[in-house]
């Protein structure tokens, strides 16, 4: 089933060689049968989390996880079976990340694909989030890692460091570090007393200084689980 991994490459962050990886099971994760009933089944349990079906889900699911023609009638069977419920997804993640535990990338183009098919309706829904969450753990994956990949789908929250910064989760170092520098500037006492403000948004603007150090520490200790 090559082109099942052949359209999931397509919506990779970044390219992935499986020939130069000796240490993942022989070949492209799309020919190999354990990858297509693991990701099969995510998928459509995933179509489930929030308890209703959605047939534009399906249509998002064979549009990322392209099955074979050959291998249609099967995946598709494998598809309603597992949509039945979501119960029961936790296995076969764990199942995914132990046979790619040496190859992260292939995790993070599914989680790529997961992400694809639960926005296809136009929202992300809480029990849809949840979902992502878990298998992203169950992945190994960062925060930091899993904040990336969600950005493209969903905007961020007003409470998500990356917002509080001005930035994207793919911004540089240097970038966040200039991006402190330059909120801070803009709630430096000097600054408040310079554009006429009253005294009392100094507290308030000591508030939002605290925010800005803490979103700033959020990022840095994520990015070094990383490292």
Known sequence: ???????????????????ECTECPKGPPGAD????????ALGAKLAMADGLVHEVEQTAFLHVFQPDKKAMRDVMRLYD??????????????????????????????LEGLFHIAVSDGHLSHQEETYLETVADLFGIKAAAYRR????????????????????PDASDDDIRVARRSRLNDFHPDRIRARGLPIDFEALYTQKTALINSAYDQIVKERALLA
Do not use: H
């Not at 049968?33 to 099969?40: C, D």
């Open 81 to 110: 079976l597992a949509r039945q419920t979501s119960l029961g997804f936790e296995s076969y993640a764990r199942r995914l990340a132990k046979r790619y535990s040496n190859c992260p990338q292939i995790l993070e183009d599914v």
């Open 1 to 19: 089933m090559m082109s099942f991994w052949k359209n999931l490459a397509q919506l990779a962050v970044r390219k992935f060689d499986a020939a």
């Open 149 to 168: 990949v969600r950005a493209g789908y969903v905007p961020l929250g007003a409470d998500d460091p990356y917002y509080i910064l001005g930035l994207q």
């Open 33 to 40: 049968p354990a990858f297509a009933t693991a990701v099969t």
